[in-house]
């Protein structure tokens, strides 16, 4: 996408001027008042044992949005114990990322596997190389 080239904003649709987001105008100033409101919401302490889905009724900001919000870290949860959202693997309420720590784990192993696979081709390499080490003993013999 170039600077200037009309496109479709990601979160409404509508034709928009591209300007270095994904996002129209409009769209941008209400995710800046939605993220206004879940400050001014979460500064008072009564509020602070509030859910995601509690917060997001009393706002009127989308669960998705104060997601995102705490994500990208500009909503600090270090002081709300109750704020969570969904693990995308699983369902699970997790506090950071995108995965809980067993699907993380579970990727981890994934990982893990592949690497090992590779490590099995390297050892078939090495007993071919064993083989040639042999032959070149018997060609010394
Ligand atoms: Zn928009
Ligand atoms: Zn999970």
Same mark, same amino acid.
């Given at each position: 996408?170039?600077?200037?080239?009309? #496109?479709?904003?990601? @979160?409404?649709?509508?034709?928009? *001027?591209? @300007?270095?987001?994904? /996002?129209?105008?409009?769209?941008?100033? $209400? *995710?800046?008042?939605?993220?206004? /409101? #879940?400050? @001014?919401y979460l @500064?008072?302490?009564e509020n602070r044992q509030a859910t995601i889905n509690e917060m997001s009724?009393k706002? !009127? /900001?989308? /669960?998705?949005?104060i997601?995102?919000?705490i994500?990208?870290?500009?909503?600090?949860i270090d002081q709300i114990p109750n704020l969570s959202f969904?693990?995308?693997? #699983? !369902?699970?309420m997790i506090r950071?990322?995108?995965?809980?720590?067993? #699907?993380?784990?579970?990727?981890?192993?994934?990982?893990?596997?592949?690497?090992?696979?590779?490590?099995?081709?390297?050892?078939? $390499?090495? $007993?071919?190389?064993? !083989?040639?080490?042999?032959?070149?003993?018997?060609? $010394? *013999?």
């Amino acid at each position: 996408m170039s600077l200037n080239e009309l #496109c479709n904003c990601s @979160r409404c649709g509508e034709l928009f *001027v591209y @300007r270095y987001k994904d /996002v129209c105008p409009r769209c941008l100033k $209400k *995710v800046e008042e939605d993220f206004e /409101v #879940c400050v @001014r919401y979460l @500064r008072n302490k009564e509020n602070r044992q509030a859910t995601i889905n509690e917060m997001s009724e009393k706002t !009127g /900001v989308s /669960v998705d949005q104060i997601t995102e919000f705490i994500r990208e870290k500009r909503l600090l949860i270090d002081q709300i114990p109750n704020l969570s959202f969904p693990c995308e693997g #699983c !369902g699970t309420m997790i506090r950071s990322g995108r995965l809980c720590e067993s #699907c993380t784990s579970d990727w981890k192993k994934e990982l893990e596997e592949m690497e090992t696979s590779e490590h099995d081709q390297e050892s078939e $390499k090495e $007993k071919r190389a064993g !083989g040639f080490y042999i032959n070149q003993t018997k060609y $010394k *013999v």
